[in-house]
């Protein structure tokens, strides 16, 4: 069984930007695809970032060139660094963990969810 536990949300105006943290229980986490997704009010949960277990990346067109997604291995944590962040990044934050190197294609083939975060753009 792997925990995830999310944190670094709030409420940012915007233009700032905030970092989230996920981190993982268990001794495997290097071996998993990680991803963060996000819902906001009214909303399908929507994929925002993968990174696979040798670091590939891939983003959502909407957070591309602001957003990093990156892990280190060795504190068994992902992170999602967002920056320019606007009204409609607003949303609660989650963490998913697939037990295959590789990102699955969609929500589904995520084992383990943490239990979310909000982040909040407002002036």
């Known amino acids: 069984q792997v925990q995830l536990v999310e944190s670094g949300g709030g409420l940012v105006q915007p233009g700032g930007s905030l970092r989230l943290s996920c981190a993982a229980s268990?001794?495997?986490?290097?071996?998993?695809?990680m991803g963060w997704y996000r819902q906001a009010p009214g909303n399908l949960r929507e994929l925002v970032a993968t990174?696979?277990?040798?670091?590939?990346?891939h983003y959502i067109d909407s957070v591309k060139g602001r957003f990093t997604i990156s892990r280190d291995n060795a504190k068994n944590t992902v992170y999602l660094q967002m920056n320019s962040l606007k009204a409609e990044d607003t949303a609660v934050y989650y963490c998913?963990?697939?037990?295959?190197?590789?990102?699955?294609?969609?929500?589904?083939?995520?084992?383990?969810w943490g239990q979310g975060t909000q982040v909040t753009v407002s002036s």
């Open positions: 998913a963990a697939a037990v295959t190197s590789q990102p699955p294609i969609s929500a589904g083939g995520y084992k383990y």
């Open positions: 268990g001794s495997l986490f290097n071996i998993y695809a």
């Open positions: 990174i696979s277990s040798g670091g590939n990346t």
